[in-house]
């Protein structure tokens, strides 16, 4: 069998094409939209593009998310072609942020539950602070006349 293995390598098919499709990914972007003729306009230009597969407009919180094979730089062109005002979604929900309402990460333009997404200083965990005190230790369950605070 070794030499039927050595005369079907050279009958191989081997494809060296690189495939150009972009990976799945979703899109969001913040676009101002003040009626049905905007929200119809938006959502033909984004739709008619190579590779989407499904686009949710959100007239209310000014929203357009498109799911597909896309490049997000050349959807945020089209929806700029239509001659409204765009830009990448700035908003993430409330609860994740870890200071919602810290300098400018609040926005009265935001929708209902969202805060923008800047960068938010953390408590850094270093050793040098003082150890945060466990609270639960004060008081013990076990004997409700031994508390530690007095």
């Known amino acids: ?9 050279f009958c191989s098919v ?14 969001e972007i913040k676009v101002k939209m ?8 938006v959502k033909a230009a984004v739709s008619s593009m ?15 998310v498109v799911h597909g094979y896309v490049d997000p730089n050349r959807v945020l ?4 072609s239509t ?3 765009a830009e990448f979604w700035p908003y993430v929900p409330q609860h994740l942020a870890y200071y919602p309402y810290a300098a400018g990460a609040y926005d009265k333009k935001a929708p209902a539950g969202f805060v ?3 960068v938010q200083a ?8 003082a150890p945060e005190e466990n609270f639960v230790s004060f008081f013990s369950d076990d004997n409700v006349h031994a508390c530690s605070v007095m």
């Open 1 to 9: 069998m070794g030499a039927l293995d050595y005369i079907s390598s």
């Open 14 to 27: 081997t494809s060296t094409r690189r495939s150009k499709r972009k990976p799945m990914q979703t899109v």
């Open 34 to 41: 003040d009626c049905d003729g905007c929200e119809r306009r």
């Open 50 to 64: 190579k590779g989407v597969k499904t686009v949710e407009v959100t007239r209310k919180q000014n929203r357009v």
């Open 77 to 80: 062109k089209r929806v700029k």
């Open 83 to 85: 001659g409204k005002v």
């Open 116 to 118: 923008r997404n800047v």
């Open 122 to 129: 953390f408590p850094a965990p270093s050793s040098n602070a």
